[in-house]
């Protein structure tokens, strides 16, 4: 079935059939491309490039640039309009005369619209006004928009547009980039911050490596698996919930540093921090622990903050974060006692039960030890950690890859790093006792048995791979996003991943959705 075209659409398609019958392209091939409005608006110097009484600069300051018409003024043998690129707008002027024969009148005045991407040619100067502008030689269209930009009022000085759907700025990200340039800032902010993440950790020699997407058996994280079957071997299939298990058979086969940067999937709903696709940084080093690991986020985030804004203390929504080492340092069970008054260190289940009723949480029976402490840490305690604190010595039960406390029974040593209220990063002293890991195993599939469906699975080949020996190990998990809304200053998920998921728009007038999020971070977060 054919799409019913808005009237502005179809005024738009006829002026693109009027226009191949001038014997103009509507869509070029390619455009020489030598400069662009930032650098132009940059290094104008009007002792050089403002022409003179005869109209010609002393040394011209020629340009070739290309981008979208978003504003116009059209006048008689003259107009102005706004051209924007990559790095910013530039007005241009456009006189009859420079323009082949009817070129102006035809094409130009009747034929452009807002949104049409065109290439000019010509010098800069300063009009009367004090606009810095380029005098165009040469223009050609590059591509003719068939859709209206939701661009809905102009004035001589500025363009105003409509865009403040959230709801309509994800779904349509394209529209989105275009209208709101700032938000392509925050996306290069966050492949500036993946750069140097990267960067930081290759100069102290850990490897960048890559490990399966589809995987036979899930693991390294509590969480639901999306599920798919491969054809020819006739087998079941999951998507990766986390890296861990195979980064760690890698420090087993010798390797003492492994990162990889990946997409991470989890069967999970939406919200402002949950997405089911998201991005992880998870790194292991070889006869290390957490106490190490601690230090280098600490470091490795302060250098992030300084490189990205040249400071360590940002505006996140209301609060000023620092990111200066040290960080706060506080136990699980003791940050919970401050926030409750319930001491919960040493209650078996059914006391934790209790207490979590107490607090009024729901509780139900698949829930073991270490869910409902983690229900009452999420309630009372997370979200109102603002500056960055590692809460430190988790219980063994919610952490069945991380090993025991070397000097507090029950626990292992574990942390994870919250800030602006949601954690960030999680890490272990890795286990490496091949029993002590099959037993955290079956006590996972004992709560799958009991309707935990985030339980892990039982890896044979990964205990197998601990029999052969692994070394002291410290690993990270960081979620990417979480740390880029951070350095952003973005409120949710969606603003730091250009394509997040949605519900299906029934037609393209009900953009209903609700949610956002991302994937929680880590090892076995």
């Given at each position: ?520 971070s880590s090892s076995a977060s």
């Amino acid at each position: 079935m054919s799409r019913v075209y808005t009237e502005q659409e179809q005024v738009r398609r006829d002026a693109r059939v009027r226009m191949e019958k001038e014997g103009v392209s509507p869509y070029a091939y390619s455009w020489n491309v030598t400069g662009n409005a930032a650098g132009v608006l940059d290094s104008f110097d009007d002792a050089l490039h403002q022409p003179g009484e005869d109209g010609t600069p002393a040394e011209p300051l020629t340009v070739s640039i290309a981008g979208r018409i978003m504003s116009r003024r059209i006048m008689g043998k003259a107009s102005f309009f706004h051209l924007q690129d990559e790095t910013g707008r530039i007005q241009i002027y456009v006189s009859r005369d420079d323009l082949p024969e009817g070129f102006y009148n035809t094409v130009f005045k009747k034929l452009l619209d807002i949104g049409d991407i065109v290439g000019i040619e010509g010098f800069a100067f300063r009009t009367r006004m004090g606009e810095i502008s380029i005098h165009a030689q040469r223009l050609e269209v590059l591509a003719k928009a068939l859709r209206p930009f939701p661009i809905v009022k102009e004035t001589e000085d500025q363009t105003y547009n409509e865009v403040t759907d959230k709801e309509f700025r994800y779904r349509q990200r394209y529209v989105d980039l275009v209208v709101n340039p700032e938000v392509r800032e925050t996306f290069r902010q966050r492949a500036q911050m993946i750069t140097t993440m990267r960067r930081f950790l290759d100069d102290r020699g850990y490897v960048e490596v890559e490990t399966p997407v589809l995987q036979p058996i899930y693991g390294g994280a509590a969480a639901r698996p999306f599920t798919t079957h491969h054809n020819a071997l006739n087998m079941k299939l999951y998507m990766r919930i986390a890296d861990e298990l195979y980064l760690k058979r890698l420090i087993v086969g010798g390797f003492d540093g492994v990162y990889e940067i990946s997409k991470d999937f989890r069967n999970e709903g939406l919200s402002r921090f949950h997405n089911p696709e998201f991005t992880m940084m998870e790194l292991y080093v070889a006869y290390k622990e957490y106490n190490w690991m601690m230090e280098l986020v600490e470091e490795m985030v302060e250098h992030l903050a300084m490189t990205l804004h040249g400071s360590t203390d940002l505006q996140i929504g209301d609060n000023t974060v620092s990111f200066a080492r040290p960080w706060k340092r506080i136990p699980l069970f003791d940050a919970i006692e401050e926030k409750t008054g319930e001491q919960l260190f040493g209650k078996n289940r059914d006391e934790l039960a209790a207490a979590g009723k107490k607090l009024g949480l729901e509780i139900d029976d698949s829930m073991g030890s270490g869910k409902i402490i983690d229900e009452v840490f999420g309630e009372f305690v997370e979200p109102h950690l603002i500056q960055p604190t590692f809460i430190t010595d988790y219980p063994v039960e919610l952490s069945p890859l991380a090993k025991k406390h070397r000097s507090k029974d029950g626990l292992v040593e574990r942390f994870e790093a919250i800030c602006n209220g949601k954690e960030i990063c999680n890490a272990f002293s890795e286990l490496n006792d091949p029993d002590d890991q099959r037993e955290r195993f079956e006590e996972q599939v004992r709560l799958g048995k009991r309707g935990d469906e985030e339980a892990m699975q039982l890896d044979e080949d990964y205990l197998r791979a601990l029999e052969y020996g692994m070394p002291p190990t410290a690993g990270l998990g960081i979620g990417i996003d979480r740390l880029a809304m951070l350095m952003t200053n973005s409120e949710s998920i969606r603003d730091v991943i250009l394509f997040p998921l949605l519900r299906p728009e029934v037609d393209e007038s009900d953009t209903d959705d609700s949610g956002s999020g991302e994937g929680t971070s880590s090892s076995a977060s």
